[in-house]
């Protein structure tokens, strides 16, 4: 009688559960271990990785469900879907920059004229680099992955990224949120 079973590990050689260890102080000390309350703020290096990281991980989820429930998308393996999911969080995340950039050049510009060019611009930006991501996508993967239906599959794409792009600003949103 003096061993240390317990009802909750019937083999007795596991310690007692952490919430019954000294009043709960293991699971105290596991929580500021994995969770230190003075935790230091992120580099922008470190926020730079998350970024790019959260939005893989968005974009994997995304593209994988356009691959199981639309016949227009085909990605062959999980292996590719992984690193198409790379390749198009790079690619939109340059394409982002390169809207961005171009539209500060129209900064202080005021007039009918100037916000519809400016509007024309990044519409092109935005549109023609789907062009341009379907290319690197059949250029990186071939056959493995790719887009069928309208316009050889661009609007398939455009619905894709659109939705990658919306579903990384809930993410965003929801995590601005919980601050």
Sequence with gaps: MGSSKTASSPGGDHPPA????????????MAHTFLPAEAALPSDR???FLLFFAGTLIDLVVLGLF??????VYVKDFTTLLLASVAMQILLK????????VLALFKGKEGMAWTSAKFFVAWLI???SKFVIL?????LFSHDVHFTGIVHGVVWLILVAVTMVIAEELVVRIFRKLA
């Design 126 to 128: 935005l549109f023609g």
């Design 67 to 72: 691959d199981d429930y639309s016949e227009h």
């Design 94 to 101: 340059l394409t982002i920059a390169v809207e961005h950039r």
């Design 46 to 48: 470190q926020r730079l």
């Design 18 to 29: 952490a919430n019954q260890d000294n009043g709960g102080q293991f699971t105290a000390s």
């Design 135 to 139: 290319w690197a996508l059949a250029l």
